[in-house]
């Protein structure tokens, strides 16, 4: 089992939707906890970064971690077709170590 | 602020070649990673620099791949034989206080 899992998708979502994004992951060491967002042919761009459980809100996104259930979610509202992407989950246990990624979920919103 | 700068942004070469990879990371930022994402996959860690000293290199196949952090700043990385397996993203990232990582653009490789 890997550390980290996610659902690939594609996840195909019409303008103006609530998007949600999932991760669940074994290591109940893991305290840090982002979202990475990334475009074909670029690198990732951090977009939410949470320390242990609870709710983070910036914008349009919220990210929400549930240490006790090993799952963390992001959800996108008021999806717009600029959002189309990759988006990876990251974790780790200690800051500056090395982030466990998922896979990433591929987003498609549609105008 | 200017970004990780990696370079060059594709590259192809035969198995067996060798070929090396450049990142300069944002100015000040003591942290420098490596990560190797293959297509389909999230990024997985090769080595984590701490100013010019390895902190983890648990993942990297040593018999193939080496790198360096001169000076604290610029870092390469070399593939020494390339295997097909071996394409991927390349990645670097570097952080300032060890919590937010950023990313370079990355530098595509395609072993034939």
């Known amino acids: 089992q890997k550390e980290v899992e996610q659902d690939p998708g594609p996840l195909s979502v019409p303008e103006g939707a609530i998007v949600s994004l999932n991760c669940t992951y074994s290591n109940s060491a893991f305290q840090y906890f982002m979202w990475y967002r990334q475009y074909s042919r670029k690198g990732p761009e951090l977009l939410m970064y949470t320390y242990s459980s609870g709710n983070k809100e910036d914008g349009r996104f919220t990210a929400q971690v549930d240490k006790s259930s090993k799952y963390i979610s992001l959800f996108i509202r008021d999806s717009q077709p600029s959002d189309s992407a990759t988006y990876l989950c990251?974790?780790?246990?200690?800051?500056?170590?090395?982030?466990?990624f998922g896979k990433g979920t591929s987003l498609l919103v549609t105008p | 602020e200017a970004g990780v700068a990696q370079s060059p942004r594709y590259k192809i070469i035969e198995k067996r070649q060798s070929v090396a990879f450049w990142c300069n990371p944002i100015s000040g930022h003591a942290t420098l990673y490596w990560y190797q994402q293959i297509l389909g996959q999230g990024p997985k860690l090769l080595i984590q620099?701490?100013?010019?000293?390895?902190?983890?290199d648990s993942q990297l196949p040593k018999d193939r791949f080496s790198a360096e952090r001169l000076k604290g700043v610029d870092s390469t990385l070399k593939i020494q034989p390339a295997k097909l397996e071996d394409s991927a993203v390349y990645l670097c990232?570097?952080?300032?206080?060890?919590?937010?990582?950023?990313f370079g653009q990355g530098t595509r490789l395609t072993v034939v």
């Open positions: 990232a570097s952080s300032l206080d060890n919590t937010e990582a950023f």
């Open positions: 620099f701490q100013n010019n000293g390895v902190v983890d």
């Open positions: 990251a974790m780790n246990s200690n800051s500056g170590y090395a982030l466990n």
